[in-house]
């Protein structure tokens, strides 16, 4: 083989126009969704698959992308939406910007301790400490009642308009406005995510994934990469976490349990880890299964195990591993 | 000749076991040395040692005249200091490019450009075509690395190795498990690399050894009990004690 050596890549990593398109009539379709099905219960059941599948997605950076398994993701929503929450109270009630930024700086500086000391572990260690200090917010929301209202949450958080550019585009009370703000915000996130996650430093991230050893062996300051995933993954639970408080004015507690942790894991592993769009996905089979289900027994959780169970025995990749196999059909 | 790397009085111990006993060892620039000795006789952990595997328990590593005792694995591969390990370990769920790729962008830098694509590294895919042609891995490119068959592996751990622009490579027993073709091969590649590089070689195929080494070191129960070139090893009397027993 005499051919010059090549300054390109094996992957071109240009995205199939196929695939574009179909993202953009999607885009379309939840867009307008609202202005056909004029239904509240049905546009805020959107918004919040829309919510929890930007949380499921900062999951999939952790577990997908660096190898790191984060039981309960929910806390880093939950700071968030709590600081946000407070923001409007306490210092402005019509910043929306400032909120969600207040609610991103906050968490991240609760997240960079707590960060610093998992990424001296991996595995099975990190996994626990994980859930360790998640109960721990948890506890401390729980009990501290002057701050957060305890168990009754945090109420009368105020509405404010939403604005660009001191433009008023609409009121984050009323549900089609704050469901277009939610679908701007998690579009954005889930594209800089992308190109983040396809970058030389995704590849990083990646290699750790694969074999932390190996990583550290070709050079790769591993605890400093995991940290700064993980930072990367908290930044982008609070921005869920701020659209959460927006959409509800309210949070509780038990958006912060453990129990609600595991769901979050779910989604990720039903739409299938390591390709951000698919935990989107699984968020939104979560979220409609479980209100579906609600509406006819309380015992919800009983089926959302079992359609689990089912979904992890015969689609072990989950929703992602349902695409594949029909682009390895076409091939055939 | 230039001392790229030496150990002063390095110890290690595991609880009561010494696995490394005040071992003293200089590994010279475009030198091949092997380390042989019996099972256990510590020739792993003192490559683990000094590579930043394992801390030390005492004593010292030199690189460059410069102390590195227990810095991180990480610092030391940035250093010029990269191996190989006995059981192969790479990205498996990634190409065979993917593998070297990120090696050589951790040597080269990059790692930061957060907004560009992972094959906008010009540099960087350059440097990796140019070690796929050197190990003649460039057909298998594309491969995804757990299907490669076992001894491309070994290459392409090598390869990797390679790609951290090392000044010294420490092969944990690079042949094992290859066939009497493969390690013909790679024995010959590996020689070949002391034109750029120390080599420090780990290797129980005494052929192999025998017909590449410039000197070796044998260590038997985590000492130092010979040094010299292949022949003289070959007919030192303490050498033979320690492979074949008190007989």
């Known amino acids: 083989m005499n051919d010059r050596i090549s300054e390109t890549g094996i992957d071109k990593g240009s995205v199939h126009p196929g695939k574009i398109v179909a993202l953009l009539i999607l885009i379309a379709c939840i867009a307008l969704f609202p202005f056909v099905i004029k239904n509240r219960f049905y546009i805020s059941l959107v918004n919040e698959m829309l919510i929890y599948g930007l949380l499921a997605m900062s999951l999939d950076v952790l577990l997908g992308y660096t190898g790191l398994l984060s039981f309960m993701h929910n806390a880093y929503l939950g700071l968030g939406a709590y600081v946000v929450g407070l923001f409007l109270i306490h210092v402005s009630p019509s910043s929306l910007w400032l909120a969600i930024l207040a609610g991103i700086v906050v968490t991240s500086l609760i997240a960079l301790p707590v960060g610093w000391v998992q990424v001296r572990t991996g595995g099975l260690a990190f996994a626990l400490l994980t859930l360790a200090f998640g109960m721990m917010f948890y506890t401390i929301v729980w009990k501290w009642y002057d701050l957060t209202g305890g168990d009754d949450g945090l109420m009368g958080v105020p509405h404010p308009d939403i604005h660009v550019g001191g433009i008023v585009l609409g009121h984050s009370g009323n549900p089609t406005s704050m469901y277009l703000l939610t679908l701007c915000i998690v579009l954005i996130c889930f594209l800089v995510t992308w190109r983040i996650m396809h970058s030389p430093f995704g590849a990083v991230l990646e290699a750790i994934r694969e074999n932390e050893e190996r990583a550290s062996f070709v050079g790769i300051n591993v605890r400093r990469y995991k940290l700064y995933g993980w930072m990367y993954a908290c930044m982008l639970a609070s921005i869920s976490g701020g659209l959460f408080i927006l959409y509800r004015g309210y949070i509780g507690p038990t958006t912060m349990s453990a129990f609600a942790g595991a769901g979050v894991l779910m989604m990720v592993l039903v739409g299938g880890m390591g390709s951000l769009w698919g935990p989107i996905i699984g968020a939104g089979i979560f979220i409609f299964i479980q209100d579906y289900i609600s509406t006819m027994t309380e015992h919800w959780e009983l089926f959302v195990g079992m359609v689990v169970i089912l979904l992890v025995l015969f689609m072990p990749r989950g929703f992602v591993g349902l695409g594949d196999y029909v682009t390895r059909f076409r091939k055939e | ?247």
């Open chain 2, 1 to 247: 000749m230039t001392t790229i790397l030496r150990t002063k009085n390095l110890h290690k111990h595991f609880g009561g076991v010494l696995a490394v006993n005040d071992v003293n060892a200089e590994f010279k620039a475009n030198r091949l040395r092997s380390i042989i000795g019996p099972n256990g006789a510590g020739k792993t952990t003192f490559i683990n040692v000094i590579t930043g595997k394992l801390p030390a328990s005492s004593g010292a590593v030199l690189f460059q005249d410069r102390d590195i005792t227990n810095s991180p694995a990480h610092r030391l591969v940035r250093l010029g200091i990269c191996r190989t390990f006995q059981i192969t370990s790479i990205f498996m769920g990634l190409t065979v490019f993917e593998n070297i790729r990120i090696a050589a962008q951790s040597e080269m830098g990059g790692s930061f450009r957060i907004l560009s694509a992972k094959h906008s590294l010009k540099s960087v895919n350059k440097k990796t075509w140019e070690i796929l042609d050197r190990l003649g891995l460039k057909d298998k490119a594309k491969v995804p690395s757990n299907n490669l068959a076992h001894g491309d592996q070994r290459l392409l751990e090598v390869a990797m190795a390679l790609a951290g622009d090392p000044k010294i490579l420490f092969l944990d027993e690079p042949t094992a498990g290859m066939s009497p073709a493969e390690t013909e091969h790679i024995a010959q590649l590996i020689k070949g690399l002391t034109e750029t590089v120390a080599v420090v070689l780990v290797e129980h195929d005494m052929d192999v050894v025998m017909s590449i080494s410039d000197e070796i070191t044998v260590l038997n129960q985590g000492s130092i009990i010979a040094e010299g070139p292949p022949k003289a090893i070959q007919d030192n009397a303490q050498v033979k004690e320690a492979y074949l027993g008190n007989a």
